[in-house]
């Protein structure tokens, strides 16, 4: 069972232009909602959160907005750069508890073409 | 400071023998995961350890795979008997905290194993 599903699987976006990554979850006791970034070689960063308690949360060029009732979170990059070019993943777990750790989606390959 | 460590960063072996794969996580950190990522794939969860134990071993998807910790740090997966669908980037990431309090995980650059 796919706990947390992400689309696109790719994507190309303008230099300048406005990266959309959604993702879509099933269990409703998840309240934290991590976006972490992939460059090829290296392993995923954490890049931004977010708790439920706020519908969005901005951090420089990146912002997530997340939607409770529609079970929905995506991450936005404003002005994308060819430097974001990398593999997006989210994911979301229970804060205090819980047997399960953070639920990945599958990932979005992000490329920002010049 | 130092990240996540993982040796080797590429190990390439002959199917069916064994391979050992290192982590070496941020110092003070309690909780430990190993992924495996394929390529072009998502993160595929393995086991999680707190502390030298683990709680979680669900992700392994064979009694071929098996993994320890020793000392609260360094950790090893070993792949007995590997076969070329093992082959894959496996990712080891660390924690301050365990699951349940979500620290950031740090993850290491991975080793890439390629089993010919």
């Known amino acids: 069972q796919q706990q947390v599903k992400q689309s696109p699987q790719s994507l190309i976006v303008q230099k300048g232009g406005i990266s959309i990554i959604n993702c879509a979850y099933e269990?409703?006791?998840?309240?934290?909602f991590p976006w972490y970034q992939q460059f090829p070689g290296k392993g995923p960063a954490l890049l931004i959160a977010?708790?439920?308690?706020?519908s969005e949360k901005k951090e420089g060029r990146f912002t997530i907005s997340f939607n409770k009732s529609a079970k929905q979170f995506s991450l936005h990059i404003m002005d994308s750069q060819p430097g974001d070019s990398a593999t997006y993943f989210c994911?979301?777990?229970?804060?205090?508890?819980?047997?399960?750790?953070?639920?990945f989606g599958k990932g979005t390959h992000l490329i920002i073409q010049p | 400071g130092a990240g996540v460590s993982q040796s080797p960063s590429n190990k390439v072996t002959e199917k069916g023998k064994d391979v050992e794969l290192r982590c070496d996580p941020i110092?003070?950190?309690?909780?430990l995961y190993w992924y495996r990522q394929s390529l072009g794939q998502g993160l595929e969860f393995l086991i999680y350890?707190?502390?030298?134990?683990?709680?979680?071993k669900s992700g392994l998807p064979s009694d071929r795979f098996s993994a320890e910790r020793t000392g609260g740090s360094v950790s090893t997966l070993t792949i007995q008997r590997t076969q070329q669908e093992d082959s894959a980037v496996y990712l080891c990431?660390?924690?301050?905290?365990?699951?349940?309090?979500?620290?950031?995980?740090?993850f290491g650059n991975g080793t890439r194993l390629t089993v010919t």
């Open positions: 990431a660390s924690s301050l905290g365990g699951r349940g309090n979500n620290s950031p995980l740090h």
């Open positions: 269990n409703t006791a998840f309240d934290y």
């Open positions: 977010i708790r439920p308690d706020v």
């Open positions: 994911a979301a777990s229970m804060i205090g508890g819980g047997a399960d750790g953070l639920t």
């Open positions: 110092s003070g950190h309690t909780a």
């Open positions: 350890f707190q502390g030298n134990s683990a709680p979680d």
